[in-house]
């Protein structure tokens, strides 16, 4: 399949760009891909421009996160640095250098069993439009907290809405259907079709990224995700802490692998808590 794929209609806006396989063992995206290219064949309706972007193809073709380090990471990285990714960030830059984008939509899937969940910017632009989707879940993602050299982060100054979605498994069959949901929704969206509020949605705003690089780290008990935990409550040891807050918060990614992690890296970062909106 092409890395990019243009579809360029009559009115080409809004340009919208949906981004799949930027780590390459999530093939989910691909066959959501290949519904949204099928219902894009089937549409005479469609006005405006779609890019789609297949981001890591190399590493897809041998069904791995990545090649030489994870993509979502490599978008500031220096030049030099010999890497695939880095050169596939640098193709992707180069690509969308003229070109104006006006909603991203980037699609992910996870490697646990996991509620389905929206990352997205705090524009009210995209909180509104992530209070449409199909998926219980919305998280206003802070990219300044963040300090990963993503994908988002290099396009953020660029776009008027972003959201990214986090699916179950990779390999899940209901991770697709969930998938086809958000692109329906996308499209009626672009439609300016009426689409309901999810009544049953929870927002939720990051207030700590906790990171470490104590070996002796660990959870306190084996907590799930979008797990609800009580002020005061010991969420984690490590040499001589034992860490709670004043306040009560979500888990919403507790970091499962962080073992092996703590063993490759002098940092990693242990689990996201957040609070909700009202
Ligand atoms: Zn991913």
Not at 24 to 49: C, F, N, T
Not at 142 to 171: G, N
Not at 224 to 242: A, H, Q
Not at 252 to 268: G, H, Q, R, T
Request: hydrophobic fraction near 40%; aromatic fraction near 14%; include cysteine.
């Amino acid at each position: 399949m092409q890395w990019i794929k243009i579809f360029d209609f009559s009115n080409p806006w809004p340009t919208t760009v949906i981004v799949w396989l930027v780590h390459g063992d999530e093939i989910v995206g691909k066959k959501s891909i290949q519904y949204l290219h099928s219902q894009i064949k089937k549409s005479s309706w469609i006005r405006w421009k779609i890019i789609t972007l297949y981001a890591n193809p190399k590493a897809h073709k041998i069904d791995k996160r990545f090649i030489d380090h994870d993509l979502n990471r490599a978008f500031d990285l220096a030049h030099y640095l010999e890497s695939y990714e880095i050169s596939r960030a640098n193709q992707i830059k180069k690509f969308f250098q003229n070109i104006d984008i006006d909603y991203m939509f980037d699609l992910h899937s996870t490697s646990s069993k996991s509620d389905p969940m929206i990352l997205c910017t705090s524009q009210k632009s995209s909180l509104k439009f992530a209070s449409k989707m199909p998926i219980k879940h919305v998280i206003q993602w802070l990219i300044d907290i963040v300090e990963w050299t993503s994908l988002l982060r290099y396009f953020q100054k660029k776009i008027k809405l972003w959201m990214a979605f986090e699916c179950w498994c990779h390999k899940d069959q209901s991770t697709i259907q969930v998938w086809k949901q958000i692109i329906d929704t996308i499209l009626s969206f672009h439609q300016a079709e009426k689409i309901k509020k999810n009544p049953d949605q929870i927002k939720i705003q990051i207030t700590d990224i906790v990171l470490t690089s104590d070996p002796k780290f660990k959870f306190t008990k084996a907590y799930k995700w979008f797990e609800k935990l009580k002020k005061w409550e010991i969420r984690w040891m490590d040499k001589s802490w034992k860490h709670s807050f004043k306040k009560s918060k979500i888990l919403v990614m507790p970091n499962l692998a962080i073992k092996s992690e703590l063993e490759k890296k002098d940092k990693v970062w242990v689990a996201y808590f957040w609070d909700i909106i009202k």
